[in-house]
């Protein structure tokens, strides 16, 4: 899982999209995470993924700074 805080294996992920395809997020190396079912069910709870200007994926947290995702 690309969630900085998760390490479950790569055979239990979910391609998920970081811009929602029902809101024109493209399907596309660009705009997927690969997430467990657990981190991408905790985005409908708040939780945030972003992409900064170089192209690296964060968690931005709730408390404390924000984390760089794995496999940036």
Known sequence: CQDPECHRPFNLLQADHLVAWSKGGETNIDNILML?????????????????????????????PDLPCTNN
């Open 36 to 64: 467990c079912e657990y981190h991408n069910m905790k985005k409908r709870d708040g939780d945030v993924y972003y992409k900064d200007a170089e192209g690296r994926f964060w968690k931005r947290r709730k408390f404390g």
